[in-house]
């Protein structure tokens, strides 16, 4: 039964019986129906609507005025209705401002995009990652019992070991400990792709990846950088509000003006005029310009610095690639591991070597696997952030 059991784990977990998907599907559903970019949006909806607050003229005022006479002189009555309003190059720069923010609000919203589609993409990695240490561990697990079902023969005889019974309980263990680790790993990974893209990911789903995974040059990849990182993005349009609110500030500095209606009675007479009036921001305006010049100052630093954080990241990233690209072309192919599994086997049976010869070999033949699916993960998962600009 123990047997059954493992044996229904692995096929369950390695074998896609099931619920195909590809990565462009996947990535598709995140985009179209994942609660985090719905969240995104909703929150990039809300921002361009509070960037179009405020580029209004001030609110009429109404005021009254009732004065008493003393002595031989009657009650006064005034009535006034004023409208401010700053002088008109302010609305202007107020409406490049908006716009601005706008810009601004889409780019927050497009840099929550890319990465959670990356993180969608780096879990697809990591999911195949784990369903291929899975068929290494039913391979670990197959010659466990192989190795069990030989000595069944050779105890029957009396010429098996107590150490030898020690090394193939032990090898059972570890390769059941294995199959546990990573199938709770891979539905770790699954809830995860299934929360962030609205799909059914299972552990027995199959994902399809792409065949090959190419490496754009450096040049390509760092012009890709300075056109389309969110982050840049952001940051420039950041340092153009700032150039407008200098403007702006420069506009506030100007006067301001109210022009409005006056009514007024006393004695019986009447009187109705116009109202007219000017502002001059001799206080409000002091060191605004100075500190609009300041924060357009300090954008363009952390632009260059975060150009140059950015530019060095994919270099690195790029070198470690190539790197990775070099080793993986040692290897001869994905099936060398089973090949050498089945030839020890057969090694075993014919007597051509020893049990605990046998388990030492697998060992190296296990560490072969594992290390060639690290090394594709790691390069299929550098090639992804590489990419990432083309999501």
Not at 208 to 227: C, V
Not at 285 to 300: L, V
Not at 363 to 370: D, F, G, I, L, R
Request: charged share 20%; glycine share 4%.
């Amino acid at each position: 039964m123990r047997r059954i059991y493992i044996t229904i784990i692995i096929l369950t977990a390695c074998i896609s019986l099931w619920g195909q998907h590809s990565t462009e599907s996947i990535l598709r559903a995140v985009e179209n129906q994942g609660v985090a970019l719905v969240a995104a949006r909703s929150t990039e909806n809300v921002q361009v609507k509070s960037s179009r607050i405020g580029n209004t003229l001030p609110n009429p005022e109404v005021g009254y005025t009732h004065l008493w006479g003393a002595g031989v002189a009657g009650n006064q009555n005034e009535i006034t209705i004023a409208q401010g309003f700053d002088f008109p190059t302010a609305y202007f720069q107020r409406n490049k401002i908006s716009t601005l923010k706008s810009t601004s609000a889409h780019q927050q919203y497009m840099a929550e995009r890319m990465n959670i589609l990356l993180e969608a993409h780096l879990l697809i990695i990591e999911i195949n990652r784990l369903q291929a240490l899975l068929e290494v561990d039913s391979m670990r697990y197959a010659d466990a019992l192989a190795a069990e079902s030989f000595n069944k023969k050779r105890r029957k005889a009396g010429s098996i070991s107590a150490l030898e019974e020690n090394k193939v309980s032990m090898q059972t263990l570890a390769a059941m400990q294995h199959i546990s680790r990573n199938t709770s790993s891979l539905e770790k990974a699954c809830t995860r792709l299934s929360y962030i893209s609205g799909l059914e990911i299972t552990p027995i789903s199959s994902i399809i990846t792409p065949s090959t995974m190419e490496i754009p040059s450096l040049d390509s990849l760092k012009s890709m950088m300075r056109e389309r990182d969110p982050r840049l993005m952001e940051a420039r349009t950041a340092l153009s509000v700032s150039e407008k609110e200098k403007s702006l500030s420069t506009s506030m500095a100007l006067p301001k003006f109210s022009a409005g209606y006056k009514h007024a009675s006393s004695d019986g007479a009447k009187f109705n005029g116009v109202m007219l009036g000017v502002s001059i921001p001799v206080w409000e305006s002091r060191h605004t310009i100075s500190t609009a010049k300041a924060q357009i100052e300090e954008s363009r630093h952390q632009i260059a610095l975060m150009e140059n954080e950015i530019e060095s990241e994919i270099e690195s990233m790029y070198k470690e690639a190539l790197t990775l690209q070099r080793l993986l072309a040692a290897y001869h192919a994905d099936s060398f591991g089973k090949k050498n599994s089945t030839l020890l086997r057969k090694a075993l049976q014919w007597g051509e070597i020893s049990l605990l010869d046998y388990f030492t070999e697998l060992e190296t033949v296990y560490a072969t696997s594992e290390e060639y699916v690290q090394a594709l993960y790691d390069y299929a998962s550098l090639c992804a952030c590489l990419n990432k600009y083309s999501l």
